[in-house]
């Protein structure tokens, strides 16, 4: 059976992303329109959905990196791609970085070996509202941003519908982002091309409709978990405020003046805990 599909998929597509970014040329222009004043010579490793755990806790959660990259100085680079706002950016990149961290650090070895890093989400939307183009975090002194805590981390937020740069090559990862054409030719019009051309092959774009797929239905299942754990905040809250009442009637109240779905076991073992 013939399956017959015009859509356009393009960089945010997972599978066009990873493939793009496995080319050391592709993805040493990227990381340099994300931070024009650091000098990457050379790209030297890069991984492609890498998992990282911990080396001293196998029970923590692990973090899988859509590009891990390594630079000819040592220098460590995390590409994530964002297409939609789960409104977690804060704790995700903040779990990311620390997973990082303590996957390039050995048992016994001083902090000072810890590589520098750059994690980098690239996001199809604004995840603080302010328009920006590019958003840049280091940790500074609250009343003195002279005073800066050297951790050689950095993180930068690539907002797509931004703005507020002349930088061209940021401008041309922008149009990128968002499929608009590139007309000037360049790296970033040879990578618009090569999208093309994934597009123009059915087994390309096989993979490219599967990984869209496999994208929406991560996203449906998080936001299933994230209506979970609010109603379940919802039932905690009024159990909190109505201590005196029984199991049971606040089985009724809940279920009578509210829209929350768990099942009666889930509410009622909530309120029944100490």
Same mark, same amino acid.
């Given at each position: 059976?013939?399956?017959?599909?015009?859509?356009?998929?393009?960089?945010?597509?997972?599978?066009?992303?990873?493939? @793009?970014?496995?080319?050391?040329?592709?993805?040493?222009?990227?990381?340099?329109?994300?931070?024009?004043?650091?000098?990457?010579?050379?790209? +030297?490793? @890069?991984?492609?959905?890498?998992?990282?755990?911990?080396?001293?806790?196998?029970?923590?959660?692990?973090?899988?990196?859509?590009?891990?990259?390594?630079?000819?100085?040592?220098?460590?680079?995390?590409?994530?791609?964002?297409?939609?706002?789960?409104?977690?950016?804060?704790?995700?990149?903040?779990?990311?970085?620390?997973?990082?961290?303590?996957?390039?650090?050995?048992?016994?070895?001083?902090?000072?070996?810890?590589?520098?890093?750059?994690? @980098?989400?690239?996001?199809?939307?604004?995840?603080?509202?302010?328009?920006?183009?590019?958003?840049?975090?280091?940790?500074?002194?609250?009343?003195?941003? !002279?005073?800066?805590?050297? !951790?050689?981390?950095?993180?930068?937020?690539?907002?797509?519908?931004?703005?507020?740069?002349?930088?061209?090559?940021?401008?041309?990862?922008?149009?990128?982002?968002?499929?608009?054409?590139?007309?000037?030719?360049?790296?970033?019009?040879?990578?618009?091309?090569?999208?093309?051309?994934?597009?123009?092959?059915?087994?390309?774009?096989?993979?490219?409709?599967?990984?869209?797929?496999?994208?929406? +239905?991560?996203?449906?299942?998080?936001?299933?978990?994230?209506?979970?754990?609010?109603?379940?905040?919802?039932?905690?809250?009024?159990?909190?405020?109505?201590?005196?009442?029984?199991?049971?009637?606040?089985?009724?109240?809940?279920?009578?003046?509210?829209?929350?779905?768990?099942?009666?076991?889930?509410?009622?073992?909530?309120?029944?805990?100490?």
């Amino acid at each position: 059976m013939s399956y017959h599909d015009d859509k356009f998929y393009g960089f945010t597509n997972d599978e066009i992303f990873g493939s @793009i970014m496995q080319n050391k040329r592709f993805c040493k222009a990227i990381i340099q329109a994300v931070l024009p004043d650091v000098n990457v010579v050379s790209v +030297e490793n @890069i991984d492609a959905q890498k998992e990282l755990g911990t080396k001293s806790d196998k029970r923590s959660k692990p973090v899988r990196l859509d590009i891990a990259v390594k630079d000819q100085a040592g220098n460590l680079y995390d590409l994530e791609m964002q297409v939609n706002n789960n409104h977690d950016i804060g704790p995700r990149m903040r779990y990311y970085q620390s997973s990082m961290d303590r996957d390039t650090l050995d048992r016994g070895e001083p902090y000072t070996s810890l590589a520098r890093t750059y994690l @980098i989400f690239l996001c199809a939307f604004d995840p603080f509202g302010k328009g920006k183009l590019r958003y840049s975090f280091h940790l500074y002194d609250d009343e003195d941003k !002279n005073i800066q805590l050297k !951790n050689n981390a950095e993180n930068i937020i690539i907002n797509s519908k931004g703005r507020g740069t002349n930088d061209v090559d940021l401008l041309n990862l922008q149009k990128l982002m968002n499929d608009d054409k590139i007309e000037v030719a360049g790296v970033f019009k040879e990578i618009q091309n090569k999208i093309q051309e994934y597009n123009d092959d059915p087994k390309r774009r096989n993979l490219m409709r599967t990984a869209e797929l496999r994208m929406k +239905e991560e996203t449906a299942v998080a936001e299933k978990r994230g209506r979970e754990e609010e109603q379940k905040n919802t039932v905690k809250v009024f159990k909190a405020l109505q201590s005196n009442v029984t199991v049971s009637e606040g089985l009724a109240w809940i279920r009578a003046n509210t829209q929350v779905s768990l099942s009666d076991e889930e509410i009622k073992a909530i309120l029944k805990e100490k």
